[in-house]
């Protein structure tokens, strides 16, 4: 298969008003569409069919009939039939700023489709509530189908089983890196199939497995594909919505977790950086050779679309940045240079978990938290052992 990504398609309609209220978030931001990947897989039952826009995105002409609606509003999901929402009594009025839509095609008992748009209500005078709004508990609202044009669609399919709850919320995504210099001299063999849909297999000599992914990226995936595919952007979204939400590289040494993090290493006079991007103003940014932007990994892609994204959003802001490493089930702090030991996870009821004098840094710009990364990166285990009196290493 020549794909570079395949999506698993969702296999059954997920649960609707019993879901959990991170699932309700459906910002949906997957916009831009990986060069050879057969995202059209995605919608490909549309009945509205996608369009494609200069920029590659993936575009919806016209509104979809909705199944289920639903309206996020601080941290409550409430979901309604139809054009209808439900609004609690106590909602106040101009509160809610933000509706988020998602739209099921159910083909034949199957969910084929999952659309999906959060549009800023502040801001789009072409969504407008046709009810009451404080008074009455069902609004409704008319939705100007142009708004829907321009918004990017996406699936998150659910993994096959989708009756768990906690398939909800985390999205499995399996990178497959290619065969590096030394394997490629081996003659080693590829022992991963990819089926479509997610699916893969293992098979060599005694070994056949089959495992299924909500994503699943082929050897030729680039950087971009994973951070537009991976679902991290619509992590973005949410965690600017109020959600605590994670990105989680797992995978045995060499297995390509910096790589996919990060970047490949940069080089300058000596010294390893971080593949980092040039500053706003085009210059190179501070210490870091001019790097090949399509390198660049999740982290710096994702600093990128969060202050893009915060941008748009009205209000008072501030992002803070803290690095730390847990290493053999201790917390070191990587910015905190000075401070070499061991920090104390800790619970508070207002806190839930906590690292105890963790260094934080307010950040404006993405060169902020690019320096934040570039800090927190000179830091490693081992030489932190170096410093550390309390540690034998
Ligand atoms: N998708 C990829 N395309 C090209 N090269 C890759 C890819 N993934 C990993 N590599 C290369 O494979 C090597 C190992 O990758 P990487 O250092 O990211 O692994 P890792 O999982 O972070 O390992 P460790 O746990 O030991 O730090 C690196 O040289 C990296 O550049």
Redesign the pocket.
């Known amino acids: 298969m020549s794909a570079k990504t395949n999506f698993k398609q969702p296999k059954s309609k997920p649960k609707t008003a019993t879901k959990r209220k991170s699932q309700k978030n459906a910002s949906d931001s997957n916009s831009s569409t990986p060069r050879g990947t057969p995202v059209q897989k995605e919608i490909s039952n549309d009945s509205a069919g996608p369009t494609s826009s200069n920029d590659g995105s993936t575009t919806r002409s016209a509104v979809p009939t909705p199944s289920s609606l639903y309206v996020i509003n601080e941290g409550k999901s409430m979901l309604g039939d139809d054009h209808h929402l439900e609004i609690p009594d106590d909602t106040n009025e101009g509160y809610l700023s933000r509706l988020s839509i998602e739209s099921f095609d159910d083909h034949e008992g199957i969910l084929s489709n999952k659309n999906s748009a959060s549009l800023d209500f502040s801001r789009n005078p072409s969504i407008t509530p046709t009810g009451g709004k404080k008074s009455s508990k069902h609004v409704k609202f008319s939705l100007n189908t142009d708004a829907w044009s321009s918004t990017t669609l996406s699936s998150t399919a659910p993994t096959e089983n989708s009756g768990d709850d906690l398939d909800d919320h985390i999205n499995v995504v399996l990178?497959v890196?290619?065969a590096?210099g030394q394997e490629r001299e081996r003659k080693d063999q590829l022992v991963t199939k990819f089926h479509g849909e997610g699916r893969v297999e293992v098979d060599h000599v005694s070994v056949n497995r089959s495992f299924v992914y909500n994503v699943v990226f082929e050897?030729e995936?680039s950087?971009e594909d994973v951070f537009d595919h991976s679902g991290v952007k619509k992590l973005i979204d949410m965690s600017i919505n109020g959600y605590a939400c994670t990105a989680f590289?797992f995978?045995?040494?060499?297995?390509?977790?910096?790589?996919?993090?990060t970047g490949?290493p940069q080089q300058k006079d000596g010294k390893v950086y971080i593949s980092l991007p040039v500053t706003e103003n085009g210059e190179e940014f501070e210490g870091g050779k001019q790097p090949e932007t399509d390198m660049q990994g999740v982290i710096q892609r994702s600093f990128r679309y969060l202050v893009q994204q915060l941008g748009q959003v009205s209000g008072n802001k501030t992002i803070k940045a803290s690095y730390l490493e847990i290493y053999n089930e201790q917390v070191i702090d990587l910015l905190n240079t000075n401070h070499r030991r061991y920090l104390n996870v800790r619970w508070s009821k207002n806190k839930g978990f906590y690292v105890e004098n963790l260094f934080i840094v307010e950040c404006e710009t993405v060169d902020d938290l690019m320096a934040v990364l570039e800090e927190g990166r000179t830091i490693t285990p081992v030489n932190f052992c170096v410093f550390n009196e309390n540690v034998t290493c």
Not at 251 to 261: A, D, E, F, L, V
């Open positions: 990178r890196r290619p590096n050897p995936a950087q590289a995978g045995q040494t060499g297995s390509g977790k910096t790589h996919t993090m490949p």
